[in-house]
């Protein structure tokens, strides 16, 4: 269905991302339901593309080059060849090349790390044990446009707040950042966008106006930043309380 | 492998096979690009330099967002570096007094660049192509859509900056953008 009111006159500016929040949120919902805008915005996005080449050049540092190939991190995985290592391979893969001395202290670290986490599974079950409405754990799957993300939402006792906790999704551009939709009976409400680091990893506190427990399942997507009103780009993350 | 006779998408997929060198290849061709668009915006070497810097390294860790059918790599690195650098214009509160604020105020001169002769002539082309459209603009047009464009102001902060209306300012970018639309898909 298309939209009746169409928005042809902003959709230069909006592509040009020089509106204002809201009225950029007003044109971003018309053009979810309506196909011509849309088609009106990827012409005018072409030529926002366009520009790039009317950007000056200039020469930069000499030196420049040579600064940016020698930070580069020594070791990286490919993407597109295999699964991203996780945290412990990759510190097995440091530790693999370093001296006996921090084997050592690696190991050490080890033990400290297992006394440290039992403690804290005591005090967990403990708290457990004296919380009559313990938190409640939503476990996120990575959908097929992010296989290995996996994520989890812990929602407070009381039902009211929560906090989401993902690894391994894909760091995005400037321009993008994830956004948490929650749902209940056909409706969906906005629980907030984050962003998240270049490991893949990304914290969200989600405060709504509703409790947390009342909504049923959970979903994150690719949006402009800023986020938008409804989901817009490819789904991520999926969940059910 | 001799990265110069490889295209732009061909370089992003060794890029996020880690080869550094395609990375080389990539700041070989449009370093200056990055360069550029970040001098001309902030008019400070250092930081310019800690931007191009920031964007080659950012392209190294994210080369595997980047998605060919959304547009040429060129574009993807230019949305990078301009973004940044409208972070770093609004994080350092650098005013648009003394900058470029318009197209035909920059230095359109592009040095040139004799490892990669045909990449040149191929972006010189194009680039003169958008700047002969950009120059056919009346001369608010261009500033309107310059800062826009450059320094990631909405038109409430061009109407500011100006001391227009709003309704002058959305009108100047409406108009400015259609009729590069218009002679660009010509």
Not at chain 2, 11 to 40: K, M, P, T, W
């Amino acid at each position: 269905m298309e939209a009746e009111n169409h928005v042809l006159e902003s959709i230069p500016a909006y592509a040009l991302n020089s509106m204002g929040q809201e009225d950029r949120l007003q044109v971003q919902e018309h053009l979810r339901l309506c196909a011509s805008c849309r088609a009106e915005l990827d012409a005018y996005q072409r030529v926002v593309e366009e520009l790039a080449y009317a950007i000056p050049r200039a020469i930069p540092p000499a030196d420049l080059k040579h600064k940016i190939l020698h930070s580069l991190p020594e070791k990286r995985v490919p993407v597109a060849q295999t699964q991203p290592a996780s945290v412990w391979q990759r510190l097995w893969g440091r530790q693999r090349s370093f001296s006996p001395v921090w084997a050592f202290t690696s190991l050490f670290l080890v033990i400290i790390l297992a006394a440290s986490n039992l403690w804290l599974w005591q005090r967990v079950s403990k708290l457990e044990a004296s919380s009559q409405a313990g938190f409640q754990v939503v476990a996120l799957a990575g959908t097929d446009k992010a296989p290995q993300a996996s994520g989890m939402l812990v929602i407070s006792h009381d039902g009211d707040m929560g906090t989401l906790v993902v690894d391994s999704l894909p760091p995005l551009d400037d321009a993008h950042q994830y956004q948490i939709w929650l749902n209940r009976d056909g409706q969906r409400a906005n629980g907030g966008v984050f962003s998240v680091s270049k490991d893949g990893y990304g914290a969200l506190r989600i405060l709504t106006n509703e409790p947390l427990i009342q909504f049923k399942t959970f979903g994150i997507t690719i949006e402009p930043t800023g986020g938008s009103t409804e989901p817009t780009g490819d789904k991520v993350l999926a969940g059910s309380l | 492998m001799d990265y110069k006779k490889l295209d732009d998408v061909t370089i992003i997929g060794l890029i996020q096979q880690s080869q550094s060198d395609a990375l080389a290849e990539l700041y070989d061709r449009y370093g200056r690009l990055v360069f550029g668009l970040a001098f001309n915006a902030i008019r400070d070497q250092a930081l310019a330099e800690e931007i191009t810097q920031d964007v080659f390294m950012r392209v190294w860790d994210k080369a595997s967002t980047y998605q060919k059918e959304k547009g040429k790599v060129i574009t993807w690195l230019a949305n990078i570096a301009r973004y940044r650098t409208i972070d770093v214009l609004r994080y350092q509160k650098i005013r648009a007094e003394g900058h470029s604020s318009s197209w035909d105020e920059l230095p359109f001169f592009d040095p040139p660049d004799s490892q990669n002769i045909e990449k040149d002539v191929e972006l010189a082309h194009e680039a003169q192509r958008v700047r002969d459209a950009l120059s056919s603009l009346p001369k608010e047009q261009q500033v309107a859509l310059a800062l826009a464009y450059f320094r990631g102001y909405t038109q409430e902060e061009v109407a500011a900056e100006l001391g227009e209306p709003l309704g002058t300012i959305k009108t100047r970018i409406r108009l400015g953008m259609l009729k590069l639309r218009r002679i660009l898909e010509e």
